[in-house]
């Protein structure tokens, strides 16, 4: 059983805020109207009164876009190479980088499918999310120029 916190004065002006909107928790999206503690009852995550912009802060993603997808994008022209050209590569390097680059395709799924959460963990950790996907980009280019030239 879990333990409710005493109700202070943000958590009275949260209640008041609650009391009559539909208000969805950000954690599970429960709706939150005529809640009684600062506590999603669905998720039991405790809950506070915040001022948040409109636009959410959406650099960081588009860094991750640009990567995965133009990963990705590569990933689907060597295959359609590949698949024109008699099959894949028999250089053992060049198929290497040729599944370097398949593997990036759930990467860019990811991208899409986890936007939402991605988009509201903290900003450092988008931006270190974001600088992996492009590192990891960079390599599978340079590794590709590197081995198939």
């Known amino acids: 059983m879990t333990t409710v916190p005493p109700v202070r004065s943000e958590s009275k002006l949260l209640l008041e805020f ?15 109207r005529a809640l009684t503690v600062p506590r999603c009852p669905e998720c039991g995550r405790l809950l506070k009164l915040t001022v948040g912009t409109v636009e959410p802060f959406l650099a960081a993603w588009i860094l991750l ?31 290497c980088a040729l599944y370097s680059f398949n593997l990036s395709v759930p990467l860019a799924l990811g991208a899409v499918c986890f ?6 963990s903290h ?27």
């Open 65 to 95: 876009a640009i990567a995965a997808f133009g990963s990705s994008g590569i990933a689907i022209l060597l295959d359609l190479f590949s698949l024109f050209k008699g099959g894949h590569p028999k250089d053992f390097m060049a198929t």
């Open 18 to 32: 609650v009391r009559s909107q539909d208000v969805t928790c950000p954690l599970c999206n429960y709706n939150l």
């Open 123 to 149: 900003t450092s950790i988008q931006w270190l999310i974001a600088a992996a996907a492009l590192l990891l980009t960079a390599g599978q280019i340079g590794g590709f120029i590197y081995f198939v030239r």
């Open 115 to 120: 936007r939402r959460q991605f988009l509201r």
